[in-house]
Structure formats: structure tokens, C-alpha cells
């Protein structure tokens, strides 16, 4: 069992992205719709985030992935867990084949990423979500977001939280020790 964290620029196989990838988001996309073996963590933060771009960008798309078709009629649900009770963000809540656990914002206040050389308020809140969840499980945070790879200071992060950072891979979606992965649990499932 892993835990992912899925950036925006993950879960979008269009726009300004190399060719390279948008194979491997839909590729990624593909796989994850079969896999039984992950927990996909998420913030109410986040989830508003996907509530407003998500469809705004794959609207009117052909042949989306079938994790990212799945995902968007996931979003009204997504929405009701987290406007109904705060109790209800603690537990894991599956849909279909995946799980997701939408953390409490309390749990990735925990986290100062300031000067890390992020910029972006919603590129904070992921590292915020994925140094909680590493604390507790091994996590890759999913993303094609250049300042993850070039800006972000890991030298500073890994200083100021080494446990969760031992436990988190900052990847791409075709990132070979993550598809191996998801892979080997869709395999291991009868």
C-alpha cells in the first residue's frame, strides 16, 4: 500500500506539456482506474482546487483516461464529505477501486514550506499534504510541475522534516518505481 498525491498538472494529459507528459499522465490515468492498492490523499484546500479547474480543462476533452473521467463525477461527492462533518475527514472513504482520505487542515498546518522556493500558494499546499501523509506512509506527490524538480530546495526540506521526507518521492507520472508499483498491485489482485 502507497499513498499519492495527485497535483493538478497530473491529472491534465493537455495543454503546454511536453508530449512525453501526456502519454504518461493518460497512462497513469489508465492504470490507477485498476488499481486497488493505493490511498490518494487530499485537502479541502485541494479538492476546491480540482472542483475549479478540473472540469474547466478537461470539459469537451475526447477520451479522457478513465481515472480522470471517474475522478470529475467523483468531485460532487469529494465536496459533500468535506462541507458535512469534520469527523468524516479522518476516515478513508473509497469509490470504485480507489481510496481516498482527505486529511484535516489542522494536519498540514503542521508544516511550514516557506523559503523553499515555491511560489505558488497551491504548490504549498501539495507539499503541505504530501509531508503529512509521508508522515505516516510512504508517498509519492504525482505532479509535471517544473518548480517541484527545479525550485524546491530539498537540501532545506529534507533538513527541516527528515522523517517525511525519507518516506516521499517528488515524481513524474512516468516515473519507472511508481508505475511498478501500481502495477505489481493490479497484478497481485485476482
Not at 523559503?115 to 508517498?139: H, P
Not at 504525482?142 to 526540506?157: G, K, Y
Amino acid at each position: 500500500m502507497c499513498s499519492l498525491i495527485l497535483d493538478l498538472s497530473s491529472l491534465i494529459p493537455y495543454g503546454e506539456k511536453s508530449e512525453e507528459d501526456k502519454e504518461a499522465i493518460k497512462k497513469l490515468g489508465e492504470i490507477l482506474y485498476e488499481t486497488e492498492c493505493v490511498t490518494i490523499y487530499l485537502s479541502h484546500s485541494l479538492i476546491k482546487n480540482y472542483r475549479t479547474v478540473l472540469p474547466r480543462e478537461l470539459k469537451h476533452r475526447p477520451l479522457l483516461p478513465p481515472f480522470q473521467a471517474s475522478f470529475i463525477r467523483l468531485l460532487p461527492e469529494l465536496i459533500k464529505i468535506v462541507s458535512r462533518s469534520r469527523g468524516l475527514l479522518r476516515k478513508t472513504k473509497s469509490f470504485g477501486k480507489a481510496k481516498f482520505h482527505v486529511l484535516e487542515t489542522s494536519r498540514t498546518q503542521l508544516y511550514n514550506v516557506e523559503n523553499l522556493g515555491l511560489n505558488e500558494e497551491d504548490d504549498k499546499e501539495i507539499l503541505k499534504l504530501a509531508l503529512a501523509s509521508a508522515s505516516q506512509n510512504d508517498t509519492f506527490l504525482v505532479t509535471t510541475d517544473s518548480d517541484f524538480f527545479e525550485d524546491l530546495n530539498q537540501i532545506e526540506l529534507s533538513k527541516r522534516y527528515p522523517k517525511e521526507w525519507q518516506k516521499l518521492k517528488i515524481v513524474k507520472p512516468n516515473d519507472p518505481k511508481l508505475l511498478a508499483l501500481l502495477v505489481s498491485c493490479k497484478l497481485e489482485k485476482p
